[in-house]
């Protein structure tokens, strides 16, 4: 009977061990969490970044994301500071869009000048600018047409300080220069007329 009682105590104890174990969290810190992906995100994460005092991670809205979510908090046990964003790209595609964009910059232009091409993991979407030199280039004008039009709202365009407006901006900036053309075309032609 005492072996008997001492082995149920030896189950229970062994029983309560091993639930403890469970619930208590693998990492002190979401940095400490962070640092087993070394950049190499899970399918269902967009990005990992600090947002003043508060820690934030770009999730997929998707069922899998929501469930890596509930399994976060549960790992990381200082989690008060960590916020949840739901984004609609993982960073695995922007990634393999950036690598298209960036080959692409490589094999059809020349004499681009400065330019970037980047992930914003908080804004989930790949930036790209164009120093003031685009202007004199016809290819980065073409690519620039190409990257809205293939990517869409997986990308966002700088040129020179200002962003581009992914729905036609880029003709409205050329309509702009267009008319600026126009427009000086004409004051010439009222400068000569004034000369004879």
């Not at 899998?64 to 993982?90: C, D, L, P, Q, W």
């Not at 950036?98 to 908080?122: F, H, P, Q, R, T």
Request: hydrophobic share 40%; with cysteine.
């Amino acid at each position: 009977m005492r072996k008997m009682l001492a082995l149920v105590l030896i189950m229970i104890c062994l029983c309560s061990m091993t639930v403890q174990a469970e619930d208590t969290p693998q990492f002190e810190t979401l940095y400490d969490w962070s640092s087993q992906w070394q950049g190499n995100y899970p399918d269902y994460m967009s990005g990992f970044w600090f947002d003043g005092e508060n820690a934030c991670i770009g999730v997929l809205d998707t069922e899998e994301g929501n469930r890596a979510k509930r399994e976060i908090m549960k790992e990381v046990k200082e989690n008060s500071n960590i916020i949840f964003v739901h984004h609609k790209y993982s960073h695995d595609e922007l990634k393999e869009v950036e690598s298209e964009i960036l080959a692409y910059i490589d094999k059809n232009i020349e004499n681009l000048g400065s330019w970037s091409v980047g992930i914003s993991e908080d804004e989930n979407v790949i930036r790209i600018r164009f120093g003031e030199e685009y202007k004199w280039n016809f290819k980065a004008h073409k690519a620039i047409r190409m990257f809205n039009k293939t990517y869409g709202d997986r990308v966002e365009i700088f040129l020179g300080d200002k962003a581009l407006d992914n729905h036609g901006g880029f003709t409205s900036i050329t309509t702009c220069v267009g008319i600026g053309v126009v427009i000086l075309a004409v004051v010439f032609v009222i400068k000569q007329r004034k000369k004879r």
